[in-house]
């Protein structure tokens, strides 16, 4: 059982291009959290999504940013003309239900290094 | 305002030593705690959860945490540390719902043999 698929691993960009990072949640599960983690610093939540829902994104920059899980396939984060504080870890997690519980913890990916130049 | 403060940015042990890893959180309730641990280059894997009932808590590869409403705190403790426990360390808590975890700004242990 495959657990959370994040690619690519690193992606460079020049400022002002465009970011794509793609998460394959858990088998059998359909919520899925973004998260960035900046150099020194915790992770920060950014967006929760279920399947062709944005569910909570108050933790994303209003400008630039944005997510969707779509019915088939991956979730997407998109980050529009990078800048270089853009530059971080993203990482993806997914749960099998809503609840805060035993049985829904996060399972976190392997994370997206974007580095803007 | 909720947040979770780990004191220590760095710690260093030597193998086999004892270890505690602290963490104080700000909440208006009684939260949920994780413990979640980061090797270089990888994700966050859980170690430790603390939603209810006992607050001493067991999780994997040996590590424990104690959950103390009073000092508002959820410290990670090891008997003995070994050489492969060096990582990133973070705490965090959700405020039940769904997963909105707040992170601590973790701590990075360094083992020496």
């Known amino acids: 059982n495959a657990g959370v698929m994040q690619n690519p691993r690193h992606l460079v960009r020049r400022r002002g291009q465009e970011a794509r990072l793609r998460c394959s949640p858990m088998?059998?599960?359909?919520?899925v959290y973004w998260y960035r983690q900046l150099p020194e610093e915790g992770l920060k939540f950014m967006v929760y999504l279920q399947k062709e829902n944005i569910i909570d994104e108050s933790g994303m920059p209003k400008e630039r940013f944005s997510a969707e899980f779509p019915k088939e396939g991956p979730s997407i984060l998109r980050i529009q003309q990078v800048v270089r504080g853009d530059s971080a870890a993203y990482f993806c997690?997914?749960?099998?239900?809503?609840?805060?519980?035993?049985?829904?913890?996060?399972?976190f990916g392997a994370g997206s290094r974007l580095t803007v130049l | 305002a909720q947040s979770v403060t780990q004191p220590d940015i760095h710690i260093t042990v030597s193998e086999g030593a004892s270890l505690e890893l602290r963490c104080n959180y700000s909440?208006?309730?009684?939260?949920?705690l994780f413990w979640y641990v980061q090797s270089p280059g990888q994700g966050l894997q859980l170690l430790l959860k603390?939603?209810?009932?006992?607050?001493l808590v067991q999780g994997i590869k040996g590590f424990e945490a104690e959950f103390k409403r009073s000092q508002s705190s959820f410290n990670l403790r090891k008997p003995s540390v070994h050489w492969s426990d060096a990582a990133e360390y973070f705490c965090a808590v959700g405020p039940g719902g769904y997963n909105k975890l707040i992170f601590g700004a973790g701590t990075r242990l360094a083992v020496h043999p």
């Open positions: 909440y208006g309730a009684t939260p949920y």
């Open positions: 997690a997914s749960s099998q239900g809503a609840e805060t519980s035993g049985a829904n913890v996060l399972t």
């Open positions: 603390y939603f209810s009932g006992d607050t």
């Open positions: 088998k059998g599960h359909s919520h």
